[in-house]
């Protein structure tokens, strides 16, 4: 069975107004165990886009009026944003409760059967779902048939329909509060672009492009890239070194309008992105929801993205910046939102009109379905 709670796609628009709490207040208990994070980290410092998405939906759940307490890696003890945060520690259970109205795990196989008396169960992946294809996800799965939430349809178009679990369900991630509600430029900004993804993810391929095929042809070009290790903590760590000689090419092309920052908070960019005239990425078979392209579009920033993975669903193709494959589409379609106006100005009120409607607590209230 596949769930879709009223979801966005990047053919939706108009505004949404928060919708209403679907169930009573519940307890919620949600873990992970990946690197170490809490929601205070979320809003202080860079943050990779799952743990992100994790902090933000526990805060909107808490939001909401539930009781929410998250089991994870973190330093230590924390309340932060009405949520409780607590280190897992060496016990058969982790510290993780008994029961719950509803429990949601995060990506790791051996959290699914925690919580054993939670009245609903979750299994919340970020990653296309292959990898749940091995004996130590389909065991779990097969055992405790949790409800499995994907980012949007072509992330569950990874998982086959004869692999285990229960209902298969659709909740994109929201937008984060401090994307939404910019308001309509009245001038066009100078030609500069942004790249805000990993750049293991074609920064690269984006690199020769905007070399060859469009810096030479749009003068005064910029292109800002905002990446690096850090916002990946061990993980991140543990490929700087396939992710340094990219980066120490991005720092070799000053000449070509290339400016290397770094990753950088949100609250700081959210005014990267209101200085910015375009955001660049090909996108990668790996994104199953991208942050990178939902953040700028909601602010009303048009991009130019190729048609892999999830990437049509999160622009509107022509409308909101461009679909394209093939580096010469991708670097006509760049150009022009460089250089033409009135082109930019259309496609940007468009993003503002369509683009920032599902919010945190959108997301929330499709979990709160789970319950039912």
């Given at each position: 069975?596949?769930?879709?709670?009223?979801?966005?796609g990047?053919?939706?628009?108009?505004?949404?107004?928060?919708?209403?709490?679907?169930?009573a207040?519940?307890?919620?208990?949600?873990?992970?165990?990946?690197?170490?994070?809490?929601?205070?980290?979320?809003d202080?410092?860079?943050?990779?886009?799952?743990?992100?998405?994790?902090?933000?939906?526990?805060?909107?759940?808490?939001?909401r009026?539930?009781?929410?307490?998250?089991?994870?890696?973190?330093?230590?003890?924390?309340?932060?944003?009405?949520?409780?945060?607590?280190?897992?520690?060496?016990?058969?259970?982790?510290?993780?409760?008994?029961?719950?109205?509803?429990?949601?795990?995060?990506?790791?196989?051996?959290?699914?059967?925690?919580?054993?008396?939670?009245?609903?169960?979750?299994?919340?992946?970020?990653?296309?779902?292959?990898?749940?294809?091995?004996?130590?996800?389909q065991?779990?799965?097969?055992?405790?048939?949790?409800?499995?939430?994907?980012?949007?349809?072509?992330?569950?178009?990874?998982?086959?329909?004869?692999?285990?679990?229960?209902?298969?369900?659709?909740?994109?991630?929201?937008?984060?509060?401090?994307?939404?509600?910019?308001?309509?430029?009245?001038?066009?900004?100078?030609?500069?672009?942004?790249?805000?993804?990993?750049?293991?993810?074609?920064?690269?391929?984006?690199?020769?492009?905007?070399?060859?095929?469009?810096?030479?042809?749009?003068?005064?070009?910029?292109?800002h890239?905002?990446?690096?290790?850090?916002?990946?903590?061990?993980?991140g760590?543990?490929?700087?070194?396939?992710?340094?000689?990219?980066?120490?090419?991005?720092?070799?092309?000053?000449?070509?309008?290339?400016?290397?920052?770094?990753?950088?908070?949100k609250?700081?960019?959210?005014?990267?992105?209101?200085?910015?005239?375009?955001?660049?990425?090909r996108?990668?078979i790996?994104?199953?929801?991208?942050?990178?392209?939902?953040?700028?579009?909601?602010?009303?920033?048009?991009?130019?993205?190729?048609?892999?993975?999830c990437?049509?669903?999160?622009?509107?193709?022509?409308?909101?910046?461009?679909?394209?494959?093939g580096?010469?589409?991708?670097?006509e379609?760049?150009?022009?939102?460089?250089?033409?106006?009135?082109?930019?100005?259309?496609?940007?009120r468009?993003?503002?009109?369509?683009?920032?409607?599902?919010?945190?607590?959108?997301?929330?209230?499709?979990?709160?379905?789970?319950?039912?």
């Amino acid at each position: 069975m596949t769930d879709s709670p009223d979801s966005p796609g990047a053919d939706l628009s108009g505004p949404a107004a928060a919708p209403g709490l679907r169930h009573a207040p519940a307890h919620v208990v949600m873990s992970d165990d990946g690197i170490t994070f809490d929601g205070r980290v979320k809003d202080q410092r860079p943050l990779g886009g799952a743990e992100s998405a994790f902090a933000e939906l526990a805060e909107a759940l808490s939001a909401r009026g539930h009781r929410v307490e998250v089991h994870c890696r973190c330093d230590g003890p924390l309340e932060w944003k009405g949520v409780r945060w607590t280190p897992l520690d060496d016990s058969p259970s982790q510290g993780i409760p008994d029961s719950a109205d509803l429990y949601i795990a995060n990506r790791s196989n051996h959290l699914i059967g925690r919580c054993p008396g939670a009245r609903a169960r979750v299994f919340w992946i970020h990653n296309p779902a292959g990898y749940l294809l091995k004996a130590r996800y389909q065991w779990p799965l097969l055992r405790h048939r949790p409800a499995i939430v994907f980012s949007g349809a072509s992330h569950l178009s990874t998982y086959p329909g004869w692999a285990f679990g229960g209902r298969r369900v659709i909740i994109p991630y929201g937008i984060t509060p401090l994307f939404l509600g910019a308001a309509p430029r009245a001038t066009v900004p100078p030609p500069r672009a942004i790249f805000l993804s990993n750049p293991l993810r074609s920064l690269d391929w984006l690199l020769d492009v905007w070399s060859a095929r469009i810096q030479p042809a749009v003068p005064g070009a910029e292109l800002h890239i905002f990446a690096g290790s850090s916002i990946y903590g061990a993980a991140g760590a543990a490929k700087a070194d396939r992710m340094a000689p990219i980066l120490e090419r991005a720092a070799g092309l000053s000449d070509k309008g290339v400016i290397l920052r770094g990753p950088v908070a949100k609250r700081q960019l959210v005014e990267e992105i209101a200085a910015a005239r375009v955001f660049l990425y090909r996108g990668d078979i790996g994104e199953t929801f991208c942050n990178a392209a939902a953040e700028p579009q909601a602010m009303g920033l048009p991009g130019v993205v190729e048609d892999i993975a999830c990437m049509r669903e999160r622009v509107v193709d022509g409308e909101t910046g461009f679909v394209v494959m093939g580096e010469a589409a991708f670097a006509e379609a760049a150009r022009r939102l460089l250089t033409d106006d009135g082109l930019w100005l259309n496609q940007h009120r468009e993003a503002l009109d369509r683009q920032g409607r599902w919010t945190w607590s959108h997301a929330a209230a499709g979990f709160e379905t789970l319950m039912a």
